[in-house]
């Protein structure tokens, strides 16, 4: 039987492609132990935030005037003023 090497993958479906019909015992010889501590970002946090209807309609046109929805517009905000912030205490 002719040894199979491991194919270069150009994208993540194709290496799950190959691996949901290989089996990784097969390729021992090929593989690199990999030593090190890897990093895993934790997970985001929702938070709910009230607001009065006509608070929302003025956000809800204010994110459509820039294209995007009412959540992604409040993220931004949120994010700018945490940077600004950020930069102050410095």
């Not at 985001?44 to 005037?65: D, F, M, R, T």
Request: glycine residues 2%; proline residues 4%.
């Amino acid at each position: 039987m002719k040894k199979q090497i491991i194919p270069e993958f150009d994208s993540i479906e194709e290496m799950a492609k190959f691996w949901d019909t290989h089996d990784l015992t097969d390729f021992e010889d090929q593989l690199v132990e990999v030593k090190g501590v890897f990093y895993r970002p934790s997970k985001p946090k929702n938070l709910s935030v009230s607001l009065k209807p006509n608070e929302l309609k003025a956000l809800q046109k204010i994110a459509k005037k820039k294209g995007m929805d009412s959540l992604t517009l409040i993220r931004r905000w949120i994010l700018e003023r945490i940077r600004k912030e950020v930069a102050v205490k410095k």
